[in-house]
T-cell receptor, first 111, second 115 residues
Framework: RKEVEQDPGPFNVPEGATVAFNCTYSNSASQSFFWYRQDCRKEPKLLMS???SGNEDGRFTAQLNRASQYISLLIRDSKLSDSATYLC????????????FGAGTRLFVKA | NAGVTQTPKFQVLKTGQSMTLQCAQDMNHEYMSWYRQDPGMGLRLIHYSVGAGITDQGEVPNGYNVSRSTTEDFPLRLLSAAPSQTSVYFC??????????????FGEGSWLTVV
């Protein structure tokens, strides 16, 4: 089992739709969580951190469920420019620091 | 502010050749790392460094060497290229290697093909 798992998609949604991605992680000692966005043939860039209380940044909402060991990303009112791959990132410290990237979920927003 | 700069962007190598991917950052970050990204897989850590003079192996270090003589530079050397090393390589940096959540900054990537 992978330490961080994401549905690879692709998710094909129309403009204006709401779409949600989940990411599960296997290590209960994981400490911090993030969503990165990666455009085609570009480098990943931080989209947002994920806090235990949940956090929102404009049309994007991230949530953490420690009991079930998953994080989620909700995108409301999807724009064409949201088309990208979304990477789940998990930091764990168990004697040594470790950052694990999920393989990513591809999103296509169509007009 | 240049951030993380890596070169070359594209490279084709023949099996057995060696080459160095260059990486430099101007943010005075202690922690630098190299990842490779393959289809269907997450970014996998090759080597990392927590400061000048200190390097360590990541998840997939075989066939690669690194050095960190300065805070700014972290080159990745392919010793004898193999087709299995065909991949996209990203250099990254962050303030520290701790789990505090420092943002990771990536270079633009290097597309390497080994034939």
């Amino acid at each position: 089992r992978k330490e961080v798992e994401q549905d690879p998609g692709p998710f094909n949604v129309p403009e204006g739709a709401t779409v949600a991605f989940n990411c599960t992680y296997s290590n209960s000692a994981s400490q911090s969580f993030f969503w990165y966005r990666q455009d085609c043939r570009k480098e990943p860039k931080l989209l947002m951190s994920v806090y235990s209380s949940g956090n929102e940044d404009g049309r994007f909402t991230a949530q953490l469920n420690r009991a079930s060991q998953y994080i989620s990303l909700l995108i409301r009112d999807s724009k064409l420019s949201d088309s990208a791959t979304y990477l789940c990132v998990v930091n764990t410290y168990t004697g040594g620091f470790k950052t694990i990237f999920g393989a990513g979920t591809r999103l296509f927003v169509k007009a | 502010n240049a951030g993380v700069t890596q070169t070359p962007k594209f490279q084709v190598l023949k099996t057995g050749q060696s080459m160095t991917l260059q990486c430099a950052q101007d943010m005075n970050h202690e922690y630098m790392s190299w990842y490779r990204q393959d289809p269907g897989m997450g970014l996998r850590l090759i080597h990392y460094s927590v400061g000048a003079g200190i390097t360590d192996q990541g998840e997939v270090p075989n066939g690669y060497n690194v050095s960190r003589s300065t805070t700014e530079d972290f080159p990745l050397r392919l010793l004898s290229a193999a087709p299995s090393q065909t991949s996209v390589y990203f250099c990254a940096s962050r303030l520290t290697g701790g789990a505090s959540g420092n943002t990771i900054y990536f270079g633009e990537g290097s597309w390497l093909t080994v034939v």
